[in-house]
Nanobody, 123 residues
Framework: QVHLVESGGGLVQPGDALRLSCVAS????????MAWFRQAPGKERDFVAA????????FYGDSVKGRFTISRDNAKNTAYLQMGNLKFEDTATYYC????????????????WGQGTHVTVSS
């Protein structure tokens, strides 16, 4: 089990960029696939991106492809989500999640979650 803490959320304008961080502690970080999900008020938790244990494999939700980049630094026990060209519809609470084993896009497949960091895109 890993303990996850997200940071980096905030209020930005459309077109801006923002980087989220997720620091893990507890179990060995590079045993875990890392993922980002987001949830807007009244909506389901949606898959944003995931990165494999080595960082060589990345996966993205359709709505963020080409704008967001997920990465990880195993030496720092940290996963990142670089968000670019932010849109109003990117407003949500962003959650970091971890799981052992292969990547999945379903939040039900992830056991460990952070508390979330909120991103608001507003003019």
């Amino acid at each position: 089990q890993v303990h996850l803490v997200e940071s980096g959320g905030g209020l930005v304008q459309p077109g801006d960029a923002l980087r989220l961080s997720c620091v893990a502690s507890g179990d060995t970080f590079d045993n875990y696939v890392m993922a980002w999900f987001r949830q807007a008020p009244g909506k389901e938790r949606d898959f944003v991106a995931a990165v494999t244990i080595t960082g060589t494999g990345t996966f993205y939700g359709d709505s963020v492809k080409g704008r967001f980049t997920i990465s990880r630094d195993n030496a720092k026990n940290t996963a990142y989500l670089q968000m670019g060209n932010l849109k109003f519809e990117d407003t949500a609470t962003y959650y970091c999640a971890a799981r052992r084993g292969p990547y999945y896009s379903s939040p039900a497949m992830y056991n460990d979650w952070g508390q979330g960091t909120h991103v608001t895109v507003s003019s």
